[in-house]
């Protein structure tokens, strides 16, 4: 039995970790941590895991959390992770780490949008854990960087296009759509139910979401070059999921058709992405609450552009179920172990 830790357990990412790892046959829950709520007992903040979860929150004591685990998710907000992550690591622990402190691999970068890093030394070291893309990576790593919500459903989106070539990379806009959780639970006046109920609004206009870096990083990555693109997120007053619409003109052209049959073999005997028949788009409906990601593809004859459609749970495949992913990977177990279960619809 595999024993794990989930440090920032008293957050949307942290009891969804939590009700993925109660399915997993090989997992035992031994560490749950919060600085908010420590004392207090985890189902008493979560209701929903009553009688499953019952063990009092503990504060964050990297030496005293690596003693009950062998595996650590780190579930907290940039910063807060790589004050521990270090420590965690010298003891010979494993981490995932669901905040951005290691997705980035040019520590400049990471200051340029966030502020300047502490442990530098480890960007190089941390595996940017997409286990489509990096499995063999991810499967040695100390440290996975789990990708943030809105990249993973870019670059899975393009992926397929991107390896072929198949794309001008100068002509890539992805615009996508949150559902509130993405937020995180903290109190926001912007989050509030009368400030986003009967509303949908863009944010971070302009280029200037965190999230930016990271796609970019790893669209260039998969193109071979360096690469910008255009992104625009909103908000949907909506608890869960993402959908992300990609437009980019190809280098030559090409149709539906072949667009099908690409994504279909790229993604071959993949567990969690799901390419969808010609004609039909996904939508967050069908993948709440599980760890897919659906794809549909269409070219428009108008403009000669290609357009994906990508959508996944925004706390799933965009963050804990991803995580359990790797986990999966990292100790050599089923990857869709604890993962099997469908999206809950209606």
């Known amino acids: 039995m595999l024993k794990v830790a989930v440090v920032g357990a008293s957050g949307y990412t942290g009891v969804e970790l939590l009700r993925i790892l109660h399915g997993h046959p090989e997992v035992g829950v ?3 941590t919060s600085e908010q709520s420590a004392g207090k007992r985890i189902s008493d903040i979560f209701p929903s895991l009553r009688g499953r979860y019952d063990q009092a929150l503990e504060n964050l004591e990297p030496v005293r959390v690596a003693e009950k685990a062998d595996l650590i998710f780190t579930a907290l907000p940039h910063k807060a992770a790589m004050e521990v992550v270090p420590t965690f690591l010298k003891l010979k622990k494993r981490v995932v780490d669901l905040s951005a402190d290691y997705r980035l691999q040019d520590a400049g970068e990471y200051e340029k949008w966030y502020e300047p890093h502490m442990s530098p030394a480890l960007l190089k070291k941390a595996v940017y854990g997409i286990p489509e893309l990096r499995r063999e990576k991810v499967a040695g790593a100390a440290l996975v960087a789990n990708p943030g919500c809105y990249p993973t459903s870019i670059v899975l989106g393009l992926a397929p296009l991107l390896r072929k070539k198949l794309l001008d990379p100068a002509t890539i806009i992805a615009d996508s759509k949150s559902g509130v959780s993405g937020a995180g639970r903290s109190a926001k006046v ?12 863009a944010y971070g206009v302009g280029g200037v979401h965190r999230h930016i870096p990271e796609i970019e990083q790893e669209l260039s990555l998969l193109a071979g070059e360096k690469l910008t693109i255009s992104f625009t997120p909103h908000l949907v007053p909506m608890d869960r999921g993402i959908l992300s619409t990609i437009y ?3 280098v030559k052209k090409v149709t539906v058709e072949q667009l099908v049959s690409l994504y279909s073999e790229f993604y071959h005997g993949e567990a969690f ?9 996904p939508s967050t409906s069908f993948v709440r609450g599980s760890n897919f990601c659906d794809i ?3 070219v428009d004859q108008r403009t000669g552009r290609v357009i994906v ?3 996944i749970d925004n706390l799933v495949k965009g ?6 992913q790797n986990m999966n990977v990292m100790y050599g177990f089923p990857e869709n172990l604890g ?6 619809f209606p």
């Open 30 to 32: 031994t560490c749950v």
């Open 190 to 201: 912007d989050n509030l139910y009368c400030e986003v109920n009967d509303g949908f609004k």
């Open 248 to 250: 980019a003109r190809p």
């Open 273 to 281: 992405v799901r390419v969808l028949p010609l004609g039909q788009f």
């Open 296 to 298: 549909g593809l269409t």
């Open 309 to 311: 459609v990508s959508a």
């Open 319 to 324: 963050a804990s179920g991803q995580a359990v």
């Open 339 to 344: 993962l099997e279960g469908l999206a809950l």
